[in-house]
């Protein structure tokens, strides 16, 4: 049967897209010092109150830093709370990586 004039409904619709969105490796973000700020924090953690927990700053941690939670990796793009029984560091590609340790683990 054929009706010219009769609506056409769409039940679904399928696309497939392919976008080259760059070319070449992924950058890192540029170490950008928050400078001249306090190293040292007030910070509540439920583990152990509220105390003075290490400020460290992400620009100046190398490979070999560790932060011992409790603390706070600052950097002008972003905040990192290291909690009580963790440890952060930075890793070859700019991250911050966190582990547990010991029974947290």
Not at 7 to 14: D, K, N, Q, Y
Not at 63 to 69: C, L, P, S, T
Not at 74 to 86: C, I, L, N
């Amino acid at each position: 049967m054929r009706d010219e004039g009769a609506p056409v409904e769409i039940v679904s619709w399928r696309v497939d897209v392919a976008v080259k969105i760059r070319s070449g490796s992924i950058g890192q973000m540029q170490n950008i010092g928050i400078g001249g700020k306090s190293t040292r924090r007030n910070c509540y953690f439920r583990e152990t109150g509220l105390g003075e927990v290490r400020l460290a700053s992400f620009s100046e941690m190398t490979e070999d830093d560790r932060v011992r939670g409790p603390a706070i990796v600052e950097s002008p793009f972003t905040t990192v709370v290291v909690f009580p029984g963790s440890e952060a560091r930075k890793v070859a590609s700019g991250s911050v990586v966190i582990e547990l340790l010991g029974e947290n683990a």
